[in-house]
């Protein structure tokens, strides 16, 4: 059983930045973020696997977002989320989640076992 707490979202003006965190109990392997929207499907914004050697983003945040994790100890797997010169659009839920295999697309929701409850992220204009 893992379990995934989220901290960091808000409200912001456009070209701010904020750092989502999320803290991972349990063992862990690749852990991402997604977004969701009322009406839309859950949205891959990025991933990084357990050792971090690999990151991946969706084009929507590139060069603008950047994910982290550290793995020490003491912080039980937690990984960041640094996002910069946000806009209106990205204004959503933000998810943490944990893929526990290798099997499926690191982009694909449906491949992630378990899922933080959420958080927050406003963007005005």
């Known amino acids: 059983q893992v379990q995934l707490v989220e901290s960091g979202g808000g409200l912001v003006q456009a070209g701010g930045s904020l750092r989502l965190s999320c803290a991972a109990s349990?063992?862990?392997?690749?852990m991402g973020w997604f977004r969701q929207t009322p009406g839309k499907e859950r949205e891959f914004v990025a991933c990084?696997?357990?050792?971090?050697?690999?990151?991946?983003?969706?084009d929507s945040v590139k060069e603008r977002f950047t994910i982290s994790r550290d793995n020490t100890k003491n912080t039980k797997n937690t990984v960041y989320l640094q996002m910069n010169s946000l806009k209106p659009e990205d204004t959503a839920v933000y998810l943490c989640?944990?893929?526990?295999?290798?099997?499926?697309?690191?982009?694909?929701?449906?491949?992630?076992?378990?899922w933080g409850q959420g958080t927050q992220v406003t963007v005005s204009s």
């Open positions: 989640a944990v893929k526990l295999s290798g099997r499926g697309g690191v982009s694909d929701p449906r491949f992630y076992d378990y």
């Open positions: 349990g063992r862990t392997y690749t």
């Open positions: 990084i696997t357990k050792s971090a050697t690999n990151t991946y983003y969706a």
